[in-house]
């Protein structure tokens, strides 16, 4: 983070002269006073400018980029990042090879993890949210898809059977998939059981 000293006659000037040196527009320049101006002897003589120390806030974004990049390089991987500028999120599409599949993980896993990192990091130093999506090869869409066929093969065996069947533990994330997915079911109900990462859905009759 670059940060600067700059004198003017007022603290406007002072800051206009800030957001020049810096390329910055002015939401994102914080600046702080060190020096009020002051007049001298008959308001001629003495006379002291303003005095601001300045620096540009960090961007969100940026800050979880450069993140995420420096993290997988230090896990041995080498993958390009796309950046893609959604409605409300920020889709960071990880491309590469034959780490990709090490870098999702089982289930997601280890996707999930580093996209956990990246929005703390992101917005750790930032008013604004910005909420942040990592994903590789679709993988997303192939598992959300996977998850809907999966609740609803088993909401028809307990509709057949009339017995509850409890599924292995999932994120909360991939939980909140089932639950939508099987709301609209008449005769099934879905409620979660369990902590941490032994919580689970359980699918039974109504």
């Given amino acids: 983070m670059t940060k600067i000293t700059v004198s003017g006659k007022t603290i406007e000037e002072a800051v206009s002269k ?3 040196e810096l390329g ?19 308001g001629i003589l003495g006379t002291k400018p303003a005095k601001i120390t300045a620096h540009v806030k960090p961007d969100a974004v ?9 993290t997988i390089e230090n896990m041995g991987f080498t993958v390009t990042i796309e950046e893609k500028r959604l409605e409300d999120t920020v889709l960071f599409e990880l491309v590469g090879n034959e780490d990709i599949g090490r870098l999702i993980g089982k289930r997601g896993q280890t996707l999930d993890s580093l996209e956990y990192l990246t929005n703390l990091v992101a917005n ?16 997303r869409a192939k598992r959300q898809e996977a998850l809907e066929n999966l ?8 509709l057949k059977r009339r017995h ?5 533990p999932m994120s909360a994330k991939e939980r909140k998939v089932i639950h939508t997915s099987l ?7 879905t409620y979660s059981q369990g902590r941490g990462k032994n919580r689970h859905i359980v699918i039974a009759p109504k």
């Fill in 18 to 20: 800030a957001l020049i």
């Fill in 24 to 42: 910055a527009t002015k939401e994102r320049l914080v600046y702080e006073v060190v020096e009020k101006p002051q007049k001298g002897f008959l």
């Fill in 62 to 70: 940026e800050e979880g980029y450069h993140f995420l990049k420096e």
């Fill in 124 to 139: 750790r130093l930032d008013d604004d949210f910005v909420r942040i999506q990592l994903d590789a090869e679709n993988y």
């Fill in 151 to 158: 609740a609803h093969r088993v909401s028809q065996k307990v």
């Fill in 164 to 168: 509850k069947v409890v599924l292995e």
């Fill in 183 to 189: 709301q609209d079911i008449e005769g099934v109900e």
